[in-house]
């Protein structure tokens, strides 16, 4: 049986939208062939997300309870998937379709100790019972030899993590899923106030849905108003901050505080806004994006992230989460922006700073009284900037 697609063709989205997209309309009419398929990545979330997307089609709504089996864990012998395979759950004979959902079987792992193909699981899954679908959930990355048998039975669909650059078509996916319409504009707030996390992007365009109804429209005034983002609102703190508004600084940190955020989690943000300064002012000293290039065009901006050399990403951190690079296109230039407006020793002083009041949280001094110190003093080295810059 051949790949949905092939695994280098699921590195881009784009690829992978429009194979599902394939897929989904065959499980709607009920036309899945074979009628096994094996879905598998590194992204747990995105592997079940498409797993429930073809049990929802595959299935009415009232025969769910009825017509799925699930089988994880311990449970994912040969001997338990052949119960559920050929032993039909209570009242599926009121059913059209049923499927059989099989997470990260431990049958599988045993591959290759027996003689190609005379595996048990293998020989089940040329006989499927016909109105039956087998949907296999695989986040341990298959090997090779597995791959190579699955493929002789079964429909393979790999997926890949969703990178910076494929949120935006995510989003849209997810909206058309939901029956909703959704503004470019409305896009990029939300990714900008969720990030790289598929599930919450998926939590998040869920309750957007509920709030608009059907073929309703999320803006970006919406968003703002049901999205809310800590990193967000530190976000903004940030650039009071970079402005050297000191007044402006106080009032948002205040603001934070009085809706009772964790101050420990607004100077961890903090910290992370400066590391991602330090990294864009490091992007710009090795001369690697000219400043024109700061207000080029997005599809020409993210093409020249893309050309940075490989010796210079591998001085950024590995984690998604605290490396510039991984973050949206928007972000990266907003941070670019700022950097011009620091020297790197004025960057590291600022850390140093967090760092003390890091410290300082340990003591057992009003941790508010702290933060504001901290917010002052970080706007006072801003204005030294501008006055010795003058």
Known sequence: MP???FPQEAQFFRNVRRALTQLYQSARYGKLEPPAVVVFGEDEFLVQRVVQRL?????PSEERQSAITVVEGKEAT?????????????????????????????????QGKRKRGSEAWYQYLRRIPDGTYVLFALTDPPTNSQLNL???????????????????????????????????????ELIDRVGNDARQLA?????????????????????RELVPSLAMDVFALMNAVVDGDAPKAIRMLDGLLQRRENPMLILYLLARQFRFLLQARLLLDS???????????????????????????????????????????????????QARNFSREQIVESL???LETDIGFKTGVDQGQQLALLVLNLCRLRSRTEQSAA
Do not use: W
Not at 55 to 59: A, G, S, V
Not at 84 to 102: D, K, M, S
Not at 312 to 320: A, E, I, R, T, W
């Open 55 to 59: 049990t929802d089609l595959l299935l």
């Open 352 to 354: 140093r700073l967090i």
């Open 150 to 188: 699955l493929n002789e039975v079964a429909l393979l669909v790999p997926l890949s993590k969703l990178r910076p650059q494929d949120l935006p078509e995510f989003v849209q996916m997810l909206a058309e899923q939901a029956a909703v319409h959704i503004d470019k504009n409305a896009v990029q």
């Open 3 to 5: 790949y949905l697609l």
């Open 78 to 110: 040969e001997a338990e998937f052949a119960q559920a395979l050929f032993e039909p759950t209570f009242g599926f004979q009121l059913t059209h379709r049923r499927v059989i959902i099989v997470k990260s079987p431990a049958f599988l792992k045993e």
């Open 287 to 337: 001369r690697l994006l000219s400043p024109a290039l700061l207000h080029a065009r997005a599809d020409t901006f993210r093409q020249q992230l893309e050309r940075i050399p490989e010796e210079v990403k591998q001085h950024l951190p590995d984690d998604s989460r605290l490396n510039l690079l991984k973050q949206s296109s928007a972000a990266i230039r907003n941070f670019l922006l």
């Open 203 to 223: 939590t998040e365009i869920e309750k957007l849905a509920l709030y608009i109804g059907v073929d309703g429209r999320v803006t970006a005034e919406i968003v």
